[in-house]
């Protein structure tokens, strides 16, 4: 076979010199615009991203809302002074008071109806105190009824004390949700926004199919991507938005370090969704991949409580989960106003698993 | 006439246990300009085939030239001036008509409009549905504009037709007629026969991964010797009736023009060139051996015809032939 015989009309072609097109008719932006379009046009996507990480804060805020200090619950145990004892209680509006006799009072501590059950014993008079010293509603409980039997016994303080009450946020668990949510949001978008639509392209035959044209395999991944950041914008907005006027949430860092973090994350877990979808040839495979992937992060990597609370010796592997090290950063910076310097250690393992993911992404993706 | 593509000796062999050969040694050459076509049945070879001439797939072994140039070499030069549409591509639901023809037209660099082109496929009207809400026809003819709004020089089309209603089909068929009214070059597959008779300038009959057959339809059915055919059966029409004659064929391949005998599902069928001066013949003999006649019809050779033949099966029979 020899390349020589060319049809002639071939060099039409070859002198034809490409022609100028506008921004949008370019295949990189078809292509975004074609994800985009297809993303917001499914209403049930658009509802998991953008609703259910609101409706996560409202859920979590509202349960875990700071209130003033609720009521003391303690139970006195009838029996000598029983009475002399509910009186001095009752005076103090923090204490919510029940009699009861020595049964009960046990069945309602060990349900957790009752914070503490007083009693007196012995004489000279003792108050005994029964109570969990696990919970810490009871250890509070029993030094503040402990405190006001012993003032209505007549115990002078030494030194007088006053209060100035603190209301600055920040320390709320509402407050440490956000960063929580923000990455969990980040890892969840990326993963099924990158992963599931690869697939979902893969079995539709679209990825051979775009093949079979001179598109560029580079600008189908980079549009890809692309579309994830931009479906982020709102999707993070949202969020962040929602958190600050309805809860209050204050922002300490600087928005760039914010952004700057955001961007980060969403790369990474874009690359670790294509990264899971490069192989996979159904939905069924990619979802069990994805769950696989996330399940481990969404228990270990310290979204609705502290990572710091697993063992130390989990605690190299936990730190190295991609999404520890950026709700540790969000949190730094949302919350403390760290700069990003600071955290340079986390922004180097999320940068690592964003080439990593890539890198062999690309090598392995199957196209057809 | 300039070759546009060029195959030989292609092999391509699946791997597994046992290794499936898909194609086993094909040859063939499209020249610029006519509508070539691989009819088969199905698991004959074509999609295979049709794959690996559009650089889908990798050969075993042999080689392809397109367009003058090869795979691997040239892709993009390729891929620019061709035009392809598989047998199942489920384009973007959500996506309209129009926006699905202006994704595809923004990966050539030299393109038809796309009004143009959906003018072509009459989806003027359809412009800003969304590709979902299209009917298998529309979604058909879509999915051909995808192929020609890259202006091609050569279109292939796997199975353009099949699972459509007779008036898609007759659509498409008009699409593919004009598309080569501008002098440029189609290879289909298909295993419909009128589809092949009614579309392509060439045909190539694939059976097992190899071409067993050459030509244009009329040489084709020419070869078989007799352009007509007549088919009869006798007694009640029970195949028994059919078996019981075997011997008897002989009996038919004397009578004037005959040129073949043979038996189909309990049909005697008899390939002639002139069916007035056959028919007397047989109506005669029948009637001195005291066979009674339950049916009797006469009809052009087709190119299924020429397929029994040469394979010894129909083209919608999925078993293998027996011996």
């Known amino acids: 076979m020899t390349v020589a015989e060319t049809p002639p009309s071939s060099q039409t072609f070859e002198a034809a010199p490409e022609p100028r097109r506008r921004f949008v008719e370019r295949p990189m932006a078809q292509l975004v615009l074609a994800r985009l379009r297809e993303f917001f046009r499914e209403p049930e996507a658009v509802f998991w991203v953008y609703v259910f990480p609101i409706l996560m804060i409202v859920g979590l805020g509202i349960a875990f809302r700071n209130q003033p200090a609720e009521h003391v619950i303690v139970d006195v145990q009838s029996g000598p002074q029983s009475e002399a004892i509910a009186k001095a209680l009752s005076a103090d509006s923090r204490f919510q008071v029940k009699t009861c006799d020595a049964d009960e009072c046990r069945l309602r501590l060990r349900t957790g109806k009752t914070q503490l059950v007083v009693s007196a014993v012995g004489s000279p008079v003792t108050y005994q105190y029964q109570f969990d010293p696990s919970r810490p509603e009871n250890v509070v409980a029993r030094e503040s009824v402990n405190g006001a039997l012993q003032q209505a016994a007549g115990r002078v303080d030494p030194v007088k004390s006053s209060e100035k009450l603190f209301t600055e946020t920040g320390g709320r668990y509402v407050d440490f949700l956000v960063p929580g949510l923000l990455g969990m949001s980040l890892m969840g978008g990326g993963l099924w926004g990158v992963g599931f639509a690869t697939v979902d392209m893969r079995i539709r035959k679209l990825l051979k199919r775009f093949l079979a044209t001179p598109m560029r395999k580079g600008d189908f991944l980079s549009a890809i991507m692309l579309s994830r950041m931009l479906c982020m914008i709102p999707e993070v907005l949202v969020l962040l938005l929602f958190a600050r006027y309805a809860f209050g949430v204050n922002y300490y860092g600087s928005y760039a370090a914010l952004l700057f973090l955001i961007v980060l994350g969403a790369t990474m877990f874009s690359g670790l969704g294509l990264l899971v979808a490069s192989r996979a040839k159904t939905l069924e495979a990619v979802s069990g991949l994805m769950n696989a992937v996330m399940l481990p992060m969404w228990m270990l990597s310290g979204i609705f409580f502290t990572s710091d609370r697993f063992p130390a010796v989990a605690q190299p592997v936990i730190q190295l989960l991609p999404l520890t090290p950026l709700i540790n950063a969000l949190r730094s910076v949302m919350l403390e106003g760290s700069s990003l310097a600071s955290q340079s250690g986390q922004i180097a393992i999320m940068g690592v698993w964003s080439a990593v993911s890539f890198a062999v992404a690309l090598r392995i993706f199957r196209w057809q | ?323």
Request: aromatic share 4%.
């Open chain 2, 1 to 323: 006439m300039p070759s546009v593509i060029r195959c030989q000796d292609l092999v391509k062999t699946y791997e597994g246990r046992p290794p499936v050969e898909a194609v086993r040694g094909l040859d063939l050459e499209v020249v610029e300009g006519e509508c070539f076509g691989l009819l088969g049945p199905n698991g004959a070879g074509k999609t295979t085939t049709i794959e690996i001439m559009e650089g889908l797939l990798a050969p075993t072994s042999g080689t392809v030239e397109v367009l003058g140039r090869q795979w691997g070499r040239e892709d993009d030069a390729i891929r620019q001036r061709i035009g392809i549409s598989f047998q199942e591509t489920k384009l973007s639901e959500k996506l309209s008509v129009r926006e699905t023809l202006d994704l595809f037209r923004s990966f050539y660099k030299q393109s038809s409009d796309p009004a143009q082109v959906m003018e072509q496929v009459e989806l003027t009207e359809k412009a800003k549905t969304w590709v979902g809400k299209l009917s298998g026809g529309q979604k058909q003819r879509l999915a051909v504009a995808c192929a020609l709004v890259g202006d091609p020089e050569l279109l292939f089309l796997d199975e353009p037709t099949t699972g459509l209603d007779p008036k898609s089909r007759r659509q498409l068929w008009e699409i593919i007629r004009n598309y080569r009214q501008r002098g440029r070059t189609v290879l289909l597959t298909t295993h419909y026969l009128d589809e092949a008779e009614r579309l392509c300038d060439q045909v190539a009959i694939v059976d097992r991964g190899k071409v067993i057959a050459k030509g244009t339809p009329r040489e084709l059915i020419v070869s078989l010797g007799g352009e007509h055919v007549i088919e009869f059966t006798l007694g009640d029409g029970s195949n028994g009736a059919g078996d019981g004659l075997a011997g008897d064929l002989d009996l038919f391949s004397r009578l004037p023009t005959v040129q073949s005998v043979h038996m189909d599902h309990g049909r005697i069928c008899l390939s002639v060139g002139e069916p007035h001066r056959t028919l007397p013949a047989l109506l005669n003999t029948l009637e001195s051996q005291h066979w009674p006649l339950s049916s009797l019809s006469t009809r052009h050779a087709s190119l299924e015809d020429v397929f029994v033949k040469l394979a010894g099966r129909h083209l919608d029979d999925d078993e293998a032939p027996t011996a």
